[in-house]
């Protein structure tokens, strides 16, 4: 009798009844496996730090409805205003204007598609490549928003499988700032714009890209590195700036709602937590006034370090996205509203200026260890009448409307002064002559205030220039340049970089209050692109806007950096195409121009005691 195993010893149905509750195990540890995986990386409820006795919405999720983005009615108050019926005459104009605008856009384009395909930028004077951004292509995904804004479909259609064969994974040190506001900035906005069959590529890059920056986040205050290696995970230091920690927000925000993963929005939303927990007591090199925050940061001791706050260079779009974030969930959660109103008080009571006699107000850099303001500002800083003027209608802050029409007359100052209708990047104006701003003396002489009395200071209420609502004017014509004394202002950078900031203010002041002289004024800067900047292949920087040359090329730089076509030219088409393309209200734009939709959501409130 051959010899019986032990298993063939057991009853048949004890056999049967073994294997079952062996697949029920293996069911249940699978099952138990899967969720509790999901607990860890898919759940919307894990608490970032916050400062004891501190209220804040510090979690939110999109409402699952997908029909709400389609229908969605916003609870905040409306920013465009509503504009009259143009004229015939009116509408040709603007449609011609419009058009040459795309052109422009279309020669930039081509340029860089004959010359740079795939490379980050071109040099517009020798035709060569420049790849500051990894060399992931930053001309051609930054462009992707204004090709499908414009109605450029077949040069949407062109790029599309160039996206796909995109290798985010490569060994260089990118910047976590720049490939987040170009690239999946401009990957999400061409997304959410496309109804291409084939648009879930965009997404599916955009995700590559930000999982390849989060270990750049693992720092002992959720801060990223400056600079970070994906590959070598390595980074050049531990110094960071502000804008680039604080700029992150609504990409990965609006990543979080499209993938239902709740990493990136929890990464953003812990930098923002942080920010607002930030005792100034600690900043050991002078003062921080209430609301602001210096420029620089160490990502290992969560300590700003010694620099001046601004709204220009290295801080100005942390600024714009506390708004932003506002407008982007719908003002759901307080902390940012209450973020913006404190650093826009503190703004206005310790760095803007006004220069006597004029409507004109200068936003310098604060020197946090002399406690005041230095005389500096830049070009960066002029996308602040648009913040200010935004914020003015969704939080009733009249008086900022009018502070932001004052900046923005500082700007296009500074571009109809030049001999190229042209900005310089940087400019001073001396301490001696500005005052700090007042809204009892703003557009007073000095004269005219000494005879004011001290009990003027003292007034409180509505100032003498609070706006009033006026019916919208069919006034296009514009005042001659202002004439202010000889060395009051100074350009100390004299370059023309291309810089859409201008722009996009005179856009955000053309839709809020529908005034034409905006458009005109941006008519004014676009020819003055066209004369100075074009080359045979696309556009160049200036090297002196003050320098007149009959051969506009001997005054140009070879470079053009991927936010002609992200923004400038954008913001140009957008300023001459009817209110209802990118509505203010249906949309909001990120620091690189590129819209994300804004839409309702749900909002988890969390007190600690």
């Not at 604060?366 to 960066?380: A, C, I, P, Q, W």
């Not at 003015?392 to 029409?405: F, G, M, T, Y």
């Not at 001073?428 to 500005?434: A, E, P, R, S």
């Not at 023309?496 to 004024?521: A, C, K, M, N």
Request: one cysteine or more; hydrophobic letters at 35%; a neutral charge.
């Amino acid at each position: 009798m051959p010899h019986q195993t032990l298993i063939s010893k057991i009853p048949p149905r004890w056999r049967a009844a073994s294997v079952i509750f062996i697949c029920f195990l293996i069911i249940l540890f699978t099952y138990h496996y899967k969720h509790s995986n999901d607990d860890n990386t898919a759940s919307w409820k894990q608490k970032p730090s916050l400062p004891e006795d501190e209220y804040s919405a510090t979690l939110f999720k999109p409402k699952q409805d997908s029909g709400s983005d389609i229908h969605f009615q916003s609870q905040l108050p409306r920013i465009q205003t509503d504009f009259e019926t143009e004229t015939q005459e009116e509408r040709l104009t603007r449609e011609n204007r419009r058009e040459a605008v795309k052109a422009s856009f279309m020669h930039a384009w081509n340029g860089y598609k004959t010359y740079a395909m795939g490379a980050d930028e071109l040099r517009p004077l020798s035709n060569k490549t420049n790849n500051p951004f990894g060399g992931l292509g930053a001309t051609m995904i930054d462009s992707l928003s204004t090709m499908l804004i414009m109605g450029l479909d077949q040069e949407f259609q062109q790029v599309l499988p160039l996206v796909d064969q995109l290798n985010v994974h490569v060994n260089e040190s990118l910047s976590v700032f720049e490939t987040t506001i170009r690239y999946v900035g401009g990957l999400l906005s061409a997304y959410e714009l496309s109804n291409h069959p084939e648009r879930d590529i965009l997404l599916r890059k955009a995700e590559q890209l930000a999982i390849a920056l989060l270990p750049a986040f693992d720092t002992p205050f959720g801060i990223p590195y400056y600079k970070f290696n994906p590959i070598t995970l390595g980074y050049e230091s531990y110094r960071t700036y502000l804008a680039d920690a604080a700029t992150i927000q609504l990409e990965f925000y609006t990543l979080s709602h499209h993938t239902q993963n709740p990493i990136y929005a929890e990464k953003a939303q812990a930098i923002t937590d942080f920010l607002e927990s930030y005792k100034r007591s600690d900043y050991t090199y002078g003062a921080i006034p209430p609301g602001l925050f210096p420029n620089e940061i160490n990502v290992r001791t969560g300590k700003f370090l010694f620099s001046s706050i601004g709204f220009g260079a290295m801080g100005d779009s942390a600024y714009e996205y506390f708004l932003k974030e506002h407008i982007f969930t719908d003002g759901q959660m307080p902390q940012f509203s209450r973020m913006y109103t404190k650093a826009i008080d503190s703004m206005k009571a310790n760095m803007l200026v006004q220069i006597p006699g004029t409507k004109m107000l200068h936003l310098p850099t604060f020197n946090t260890k002399r406690g005041k303001v230095d005389n500096t500002m830049d070009h960066l800083t002029c996308f602040v009448p648009g913040m200010l003027a935004m914020g003015s209608k969704l939080l009733n802050r009249p008086e900022d409307l009018n502070i932001a029409k004052g900046i923005l007359d500082t700007c296009i100052y500074m571009y109809r002064s030049s001999n190229t209708n042209l900005s310089p990047d940087a400019w001073i104006i001396d301490n001696d002559q500005f005052m700090p701003y007042n809204k009892y003396t703003f557009g007073k002489t000095k004269e005219e205030v000494s005879k004011l009395g001290a009990w003027w200071d003292k007034l409180t209420g509505p100032a003498i220039t609070d706006p009033v609502e006026v019916p919208n004017t069919k006034n296009r014509t514009l005042d001659a340049v202002a004439k202010l004394p000889l060395g009051w202002v100074v350009s100390n950078d004299a370059r023309y970089l291309l810089r859409p900031e201008t722009l996009e203010s005179l856009f955000v002041l053309y839709r809020i209050t529908g005034d034409p002289r905006y458009q005109e004024y941006g008519w004014e800067i676009y020819q003055g692109i066209e004369n100075y900047c074009k080359t045979p292949s696309a556009y160049a920087s200036v090297k002196n806007v003050h320098s007149y040359r009959k051969k506009p090329f001997l005054n140009q730089i070879d470079s053009m950096e991927t936010f002609l076509l992200a923004e400038t030219l954008k913001y140009l088409y957008l300023l001459f195409s009817p209110p209802n393309v990118i509505s203010l209200d249906e949309y909001v734009l990120n620091t690189e121009a590129h819209p994300l939709k804004r839409r309702p959501f749900k909002v988890q409130f969390n007190i600690r005691h």
